[in-house]
């Protein structure tokens, strides 16, 4: 069954890691037929470089969709799912890697079972390098328990999931949600009925370093975090008891300062 991945680039991200990424995707025991790569607004001319450098070895694996400017990861990535040539598309972060069966594992997972809509994993969160794992986050893995999961907490790992485009689509696509475009498509997928699953192993080394716990915290996360509760609320995804219950675990987390933020993200959230 052929299949795209697909993963969006944008300025910042980083050439070296970005070729990591790419690389874990192209010697998986089960390849894509496409890889699909949304440029995000101009880049600098290393990741032009790599990008140039893929295009011209491989050819025709490679489908380059550019924005003319930074629309931002969900504007990014629904363009990316439209783009996609392939019902089943895998979704890849520009600085994590793959485990070399992945695909074999995920792809097959959806294969076997035609009732499922999408399928994530486990990942293992390094520094620096893939040798240096530091903790493993660990999602539930049923259908159940992940429905009953995404009331209070993301249920899957944006980087490993891999997905129906057809169920994706009528649940309305990715939409722009500032750092909560994943989940608040999950959200939907469940409202509109889909069913799901987590492997439990990791097939994803997620890189994560001091810029990881930045970005999850401060004022404007916090604003668009109850934003993306607000909305939950609305769509009748979570009651007004459970609004307010995330609101109060999640606040003091995102006021804390980085260092102490961490270790809440290592010792509570996390599995080593």
């Not at 990741?47 to 489908?63: D, H, M, P, Q, T």
């Not at 990535?77 to 594992?105: C, N, P, W, Y």
């Not at 240096?132 to 660990?138: F, Y």
Request: aromatic content about 12%.
């Amino acid at each position: 069954m052929p299949f795209s991945v697909l993963m969006s680039i944008y300025y910042k991200d980083n050439p070296t890691h970005l070729e990591e990424a790419i690389n874990s995707i192209i010697v998986q025991t089960m390849p894509p037929a496409e890889i699909v790569l949304v440029i995000d607004g101009e880049v600098p001319h290393e990741l032009e470089n790599v990008i140039a450098s893929y295009e011209n070895n491989w050819g025709k694996l490679f489908k380059i969709v550019r924005l003319s400017t930074n629309k931002g990861l969900g504007n990014a990535l629904e363009v990316g799912v439209k783009a996609s040539s392939f019902d089943i598309v895998a979704r890849m972060d520009s600085d994590d890697v793959s485990i070399e069966s992945r695909f074999e594992k995920q792809v097959g997972c959806l294969l076997e079972h035609p009732d499922i809509d999408i399928v994530g994993s486990y990942i293992s969160e390094f520094e620096h390098d893939i040798n240096n794992v530091v903790s493993t986050r660990k999602v539930p893995t049923n259908d159940k328990e992940i429905k009953k999961f995404a009331k209070s907490r993301n249920p899957f790992n944006h980087m490993t999931v891999v997905f129906r485009k057809s169920s994706v689509l009528k649940s309305g696509n990715y939409k722009e949600m500032l750092w909560f475009e994943d989940y608040y498509l999950w959200a939907r997928m469940i409202a509109n009925g889909c069913k799901m699953l987590n492997i439990p192993e990791s097939l994803v080394y997620a890189r994560v370093d001091n810029g990881f716990i930045l970005r999850r915290g401060g004022k404007r996360y916090l604003l668009n975090e109850i934003k993306l509760q607000k909305r939950f609320l609305e769509m009748g995804f979570i009651d007004l008891k459970i609004y307010y219950k995330n609101i109060m675990v999640r606040a003091p987390v995102r006021v804390l300062p980085p260092p102490f933020r961490k270790f809440v993200y290592e010792f509570s959230l996390r599995s080593k």
